[in-house]
């Protein structure tokens, strides 16, 4: 599949704790984009690192681009309860593709 | 200004039956896309209009699923003898032209939520 796929699957934390997410993929891209997904509905835009990027900041989020190995890491610094939420990596290639998504708790 | 809408928010159907779904993109925005979510897990391309050029429409699991769009504005997604394994969250986003529109964000409705029974 040209999905990426992410782990964890699942990642409970407690607030203030930083929260790393990854995602894989096996075609090559044009860029990658994050995403964050409450309560099953509408996706909202995080952030997006281009193929010839390697870091990316933005608030208390930092993304990382490997294309070498094909895969991307989202940190989330001193999370929130708020923060609370499905994120997924979204592939830009030929296609558009999504992942799995992490479903991220953060305790209060 | 007003962001990506779709009707209606919950539709729950008897099995066999046909259903249409609508989206509302964000004006300007030439590129439309269709993703089905089921339950726990992620997004499914369905189909994708970019300005005039034909849809791509690989995404379409069978021939029951159709989608229209006219113009650069609103786009139905149809369901023909819809089945149980049609219940899902349908989400339409839109974006800025771009190559398959992948240099720029998607702007996500809120989403139907389709019930077979």
């Known amino acids: 599949s040209q999905q990426g796929e992410e782990d964890p699957q699942a990642l409970s934390i407690q607030e203030g704790e930083n929260a790393t997410m990854n995602c894989s993929y096996k075609t090559s891209i044009n860029n990658l984009q994050w995403y964050r997904q409450n309560s099953g509905r509408g996706l909202v835009h995080l952030i997006l690192i281009r193929s010839n990027e390697r870091e990316k900041h933005s608030g208390r989020l930092r993304v990382t681009l490997d294309t070498s190995k094909k895969s991307s890491s989202l940190l989330i610094t001193a999370s929130r309860a708020a923060d609370t939420a499905s994120y997924f990596c979204a592939l830009t290639g030929n296609q558009f593709y999504f992942g799995t998504g992490t479903s991220l708790t953060v305790i209060p | 200004g007003a962001g990506v809408s779709q009707s209606p928010s919950n539709k729950v159907t008897e099995k066999g039956k046909d259903v249409e779904l609508r989206c509302d993109p964000i004006s300007g925005h030439t590129a439309l896309y269709w993703y089905r979510q089921r339950l726990g897990q992620g997004l499914e391309f369905l189909i994708y209009?970019?300005?005039?050029?034909?849809?791509?429409k690989s995404g379409l699991p069978s021939d029951r699923f159709s989608a229209e769009r006219t113009g650069e504005s609103v786009s139905t997604l149809t369901i023909q003898r819809t089945q149980q394994e049609d219940s899902a969250v349908y989400l339409c986003?839109?974006?800025?032209?771009?190559?398959?529109?992948?240099?720029?964000?998607?702007?996500f409705g809120p989403g139907t939520r389709l019930t077979v029974t």
């Open positions: 986003a839109s974006s800025l032209a771009g190559v398959r529109g992948g240099q720029y964000e998607q702007y």
């Open positions: 209009f970019q300005g005039n050029s034909a849809p791509d």
